[in-house]
């Protein structure tokens, strides 16, 4: 197995190389990711769909409550394999425990990180929705609000490891997702819960500042050359990518 850097093409700007893998499994690492991502952000947008309470004569809310349920599985079953094959991949050694435990990794420890806690609190999600007449209402609504922090951190994570986030595609795919949350959740706010005045007011400032603070982060971050190094991508790697295929001083993502 050889470490190398290619340039990918329509996309990149000219010049950036990326940091990769030739085997399938490193691609496959990447191909599952960014598929849990769009079920993730299917799973979310049909859950917010549910609390608004969508309903039309043509789609009855068991639907939406149906879609929700089973694209969250869905979504676990890609980010299972995930997991598995970026394990199992000997591109980078990343034990099975840095799945779970966050900011462990030897390899960009933060992204990584925002990864485990992401797959963390999807497992809550989804182990508690399984149990979920076995447990009081309260619980698990507590647990499953932690949605709102598990998609977005996932979004980080994808953003901040991710070896085609600046892939023109992948890019707008991911852009995409942020999108349809945002105005969905912008709707949650404005219509769902409405004696809690103050509180939809905050969510919607944060939903903002969220938004415009991501936004900086992404330009400021991973899509600058040498984001590979600054994420904390192992130097062997960093140093090898530039043995195989020289690039500029600074090039490097
Ligand atoms: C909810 C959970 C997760 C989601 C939705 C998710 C999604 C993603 C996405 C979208 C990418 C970018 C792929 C690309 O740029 O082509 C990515 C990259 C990656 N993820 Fe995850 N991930 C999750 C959890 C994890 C966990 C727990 C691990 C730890 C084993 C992990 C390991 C990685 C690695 C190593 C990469 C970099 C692959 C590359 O070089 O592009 N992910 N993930």
Redesign the pocket.
Known sequence: MTTMAVAVPGGLPPGAIVV?SSTPL?YL??AT??V??VL?TLSMAFGLLSSVRYTRPAWPRFVTIGLHRNTSLLALVF?VI??VT??TDSFVS?PVQ??FIPFISS?RPLW?GL??I??DL?LALIITSLLRTRMSYRSWRLVHWGAYLCWPV?VL??LG?????PVRW?LGLTVGCVAVIAVLAGWRLAYGWPSHAAARLAGALALVLTLIAGGAWLTAGPLQPGWARRAGTPERLVNGSSRANPAPAGRTR
Do not use: E, K, P
């Open positions: 990769t490193w690492t990447r990711g960014l849990a991502l993730l980010t995930h997991v970026t394990v990343i840095d799945a390899y990584l990864g485990a992401a797959f999807m996932a994570h994808g490891t991710g070896t085609d986030t992948v």
